[in-house]
């Protein structure tokens, strides 16, 4: 294994030099992929320039470090299959599709004063929707781009670079996302003190340490790019969540008990962005999409096995909060929060999709293809 190494960092050195021959020329890159190229070849560049110094370094030669050689093969190897899969492929298979996505991501980025570089957007993901804050990439499934009601998904994965980035412009974001997760780590270690008072008996296993580590790892994060969107984009985004839990998740109560999960239960999500809905003067949308929601949860017998065990788990306070909190953070980054009757293109577009739709279901797919042709040809 040791002749082993040496061959598979010189093969991997040939893969890198490989990629940045896939890499487009300016005529086939357009102007929205330019910024993914230049991210693109200077990664690659650094990988190929550590695998060269992990291959003749002589600290990493001798026999008795192999097995950091095998730990550091293995990281770059990584990194660089990330950049094949995600970014070149991004940039190999652009189309017209990805025109339109990245005009639609630009306009989006400008009515909402999104404070950060517009992300690139690539009709490719097979995750959903799903974001690469490091890359600035965002990727949407591959027909997402023809259609209106999923799109609201857009402004909640804008969120995560607002949370995850290095950058003062987002600091008072994060600085809310801080005093939210302060809040929340008051209240469980309060809560798991109660517990251990009442305790009469030795229990093998108490889950309220996973809602904790759960809250506090993934779903105040994701709370916020959710309350994120809800501020940006008004109504449209609440009810593109509700279609999305039609058609994804019916244990609408799920909470975790021996592992922590990435996201918070779906009741727990629509009660934060109904809360904000409030929050910034849509009471009578909110009041229509509970509505809703609580006829679907009827429809699929969504049941909480246990009541007082969810109220722990998801308390309406820490929802609540959530909302207040991500407000102020919105507000200080300069994000444009919308009011009933505002007017930017793609706010009124995504937002009229939805009256369109309950309005008439069944005819929704026509008033679609028609309203969305004529916004297509005018952005």
């Known amino acids: ?202 229990t093998e296993f108490d889950p309220i340490y996973i809602y904790k580590d759960s809250w506090l790892e993934n779903w105040s994060a994701e709370l916020f790019c959710d309350l994120y969107a809800t501020y940006t984009l008004g109504p449209a985004y609440v009810w593109s969540n509700l279609h999305m839990c039609t058609k994804m998740s019916w244990d609408v109560y799920k909470i975790p008990t021996y592992q922590k999960t990435s996201h918070p239960p779906d009741e727990a999500r629509m009660k934060a962005i109904l809360f904000a809905l409030e929050l910034i003067g849509f009471k009578d949308d909110a009041d229509q999409i509970k509505q809703k929601w609580e006829e679907f949860k009827k429809i699929i017998v969504a049941v909480k096995s246990d009541e007082s065990e969810f109220a722990i788990a998801v308390p309406e306070i820490l929802l609540k909060s959530a909302a207040e909190h991500c407000l102020i953070g919105t507000k200080n980054i300069g994000s444009d929060i919308p009011t009933v009757g505002a007017t930017h293109k793609v706010y009124t577009l995504l937002n009229e999709a939805w009256k369109q739709f309950w309005s008439n279901p069944e005819d929704f797919y026509n008033w679609e293809h028609k309203a969305y042709g004529e916004f297509k040809a005018n952005l």
């Open 1 to 202: 294994m040791y002749t082993y190494i040496n061959g598979a960092i010189k093969e991997s050195i040939g893969k890198g030099k490989a990629l940045m021959e896939k890499i487009p020329g300016a005529r086939d890159l357009g102007i929205y992929f330019s910024p993914l190229a230049t991210t693109a070849n200077r990664e690659i560049d650094g990988i190929v320039g550590e695998l060269d110094h992990l291959y003749n370094d002589v600290v990493y030669n001798n026999p008795v470090n192999i097995r950091q050689k095998f730990y550091q093969f293995k990281r770059l190897a990584g990194k660089m299959a990330d950049i094949e899969n995600v970014v070149i492929a991004a940039m190999s298979r652009k189309d017209k599709d990805d025109e339109f996505i990245n005009k639609l991501v630009h306009q989006i980025c400008t009515e909402i004063d999104y404070p950060l570089p517009t992300p690139v957007a690539s009709c490719l993901s097979q995750k959903y929707y799903h974001i690469y804050p490091f890359y600035n990439l965002i990727c949407i499934p591959l027909l997402e781009s023809e259609f209106l009601l999923h799109l609201p998904d857009i402004y909640h994965e804008l969120g995560h670079p607002l949370l995850s980035l290095d950058n003062p412009k987002v600091e008072p974001f994060q600085s809310s996302l801080g005093y939210f997760n302060i809040e929340i780590k008051k209240h469980f270690e309060a809560e798991i003190q109660r517990r251990t008072l009442n305790q009469t008996a030795e």
